[in-house]
């Protein structure tokens, strides 16, 4: 157990730190980094008010909250970077018509800036806003007229656009699948001459966008990319209602009633050709980070996609292994965004990419390279002078084995120069490397002293 009496929720990862509301009061922000003493208050809010929701845009956390009893009372967004400074309140907002669900919510990160629903109490609008973390630039994009409740929903982010569900305009029978650049002028119902609405639901698969929406009172599954030609019906049920969506195996599963039957399940393969990314892992003998003329392919290493993003071999990521010249293949990929890791073998230490790890976006029956991976047999690699110097002048910084992160956490920092301290002298043995110090300032004075 890391630390009593703390009940999380809402658990996100951002910057290596893990970030949680605590249930108990639902009134504090928590980070942690595994330990007791890493396990520390981030900011709360008074009593009577309530977190609601956490996102990260960047190593930026964004979070809600909201006072706590009906009718009056505001909602609020704050954002903290988690340096113990506490949090900056961005703006606050009387609570709307339906205050259970006046948000803000549905936060989304796009090019660096949080977007998100709010229903504004004071103005009477449902809208979609943006912050880039100021209270300034945290302002309204789009409003749509709150006669009912909350008509923004099911925003998301695809490459450099959102969509969401909200009431259509004027000739929609009720709800639209609109997009935005994040601009007011850059905000408008996709393929608005198909005229389909009600819009139900919205989903990101495949590398594209899938949408349940009638259009003449008919039911259909549609998948767009944004344009009016690229927006297209993949199923047409003959009846009425059509909900919500979901993805699997290569396949859009939604529900629907057709007039004939309940309210059922529907399949329909997504249309896109498989996709590859292929790389290389070198023996980088002169662990520089490069692959130099001479350095060879490393055969049979696992390499894996991370799909999860928990820098891990799951059961679920796929992996793969590199072929006798050192490449590594991964085929049959649908659309989408990928981060691919290798498995070091025993006995070597990663010197490339940074970050050890690369991610990479494929579309339909796409090529793309992924990361080439260097690795050195640390047997081979003396903690010497030279090393210390080099650890030393990449110190703060981002590394590999090859700059001086010996204990391959991604930065080159203090961590790393104790293990030298304490090696000093010897070429790292495999597993020896240790990750923590406990006794590092006689460690490093006898290092210091031996020169
Ligand atoms: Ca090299
Ligand atoms: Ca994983
Ligand atoms: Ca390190």
Same mark, same amino acid.
């Given at each position: 157990m890391v630390k009593d009496n703390l009940l999380p929720a809402d658990m996100m990862v951002v910057g290596g730190q893990l970030y949680f509301f605590d249930v108990n009061s639902y009134q504090a922000l928590w980070k942690c980094d595994g330990t007791a003493a890493g396990t520390v208050l981030v900011a709360d809010v008074p009593a009577g008010t309530q977190l609601r929701q956490l996102a990260a845009v960047g190593n930026q956390v964004f979070f809600t909250s909201e006072d706590l009893g009906s009718g009056a009372g505001y909602e609020r967004l704050w954002r903290t970077d988690g340096t113990g400074t506490g949090a900056v309140l961005l703006h606050s907002w009387q609570k709307g018509m339906d205050v259970e669900t006046s948000g803000p919510d549905n936060l989304v990160a796009m090019n660096g800036n949080l977007y998100f629903r709010v229903d504004d109490g004071a103005t009477n609008t449902d809208g979609l806003w943006k912050s880039d973390g100021t209270a300034a630039g945290t302002v309204p994009v789009f409003t749509l007229p709150a006669q009912y409740r909350s008509f923004i929903s099911h925003l998301t982010a695809m490459g450099n656009e959102l969509y969401f569900i909200g009431i259509g305009p004027s000739g929609f029978p009720w709800t639209a699948l609109w997009k935005s650049d994040g601009t007011t002028v850059g905000t408008s119902v996709v393929?608005?001459?198909?005229?389909?609405?009600?819009v139900a639901s919205l989903l990101t698969a495949y590398g594209a966008i899938f949408f349940t929406g009638e259009q003449n009172s008919v039911g259909k599954l549609w998948q767009t990319d944004g344009t009016d030609a690229g927006t297209v019906a993949l199923a047409d049920t003959g009846g009425a209602g059509v909900y919500d969506l979901g993805a699997v195996n290569g396949s859009i599963l939604f529900d629907a009633f057709d007039g004939a039957h309940g309210v059922e399940p529907w399949a329909v393969p997504a249309d896109y050709a498989p996709a590859t990314i292929a790389g290389s892992i070198f023996d980088d003998a002169n662990h520089n980070g490069a692959r130099d003329p001479g350095e060879g392919g490393l055969a049979g290493i696992t390499v894996f996609l991370d799909l999860n993003g928990d820098g891990r071999l799951d059961a679920a990521d796929p992996t793969t292994r590199t072929d006798a010249g050192g490449t590594y293949t991964f085929t049959g990929l649908p659309p989408g965004t990928y981060t691919i890791r290798q498995v070091v073998p025993s006995g070597y230490a990663a010197t490339a990419p940074l970050g050890y790890s690369g991610t990479v976006t494929v579309s339909s029956g796409q090529l793309v390279a992924g990361p080439d991976f260097g690795n050195v047999q640390t047997s081979t690699v003396p903690l010497d002078f030279t090393y210390l110097v080099t650890l030393a002048r990449n110190y703060s910084r981002p590394g590999t084995f090859a700059t001086?992160?010996? @204990?391959?956490?991604?930065v080159v920092d203090f961590d790393d120069l104790v293990i030298l301290a304490r090696s000093y002298g010897h070429r790292p043995s495999s597993?020896?490397?240790?990750?923590?110090? @406990?006794?590092l300032l006689p460690a490093f004075r006898k290092a210091a002293h031996r020169r």
């Open positions: 393929a608005p001459g198909e005229t389909i609405s009600p001086g992160d010996l @204990n391959g956490d991604g597993g020896s490397i240790a990750t923590t110090a @406990n006794s």
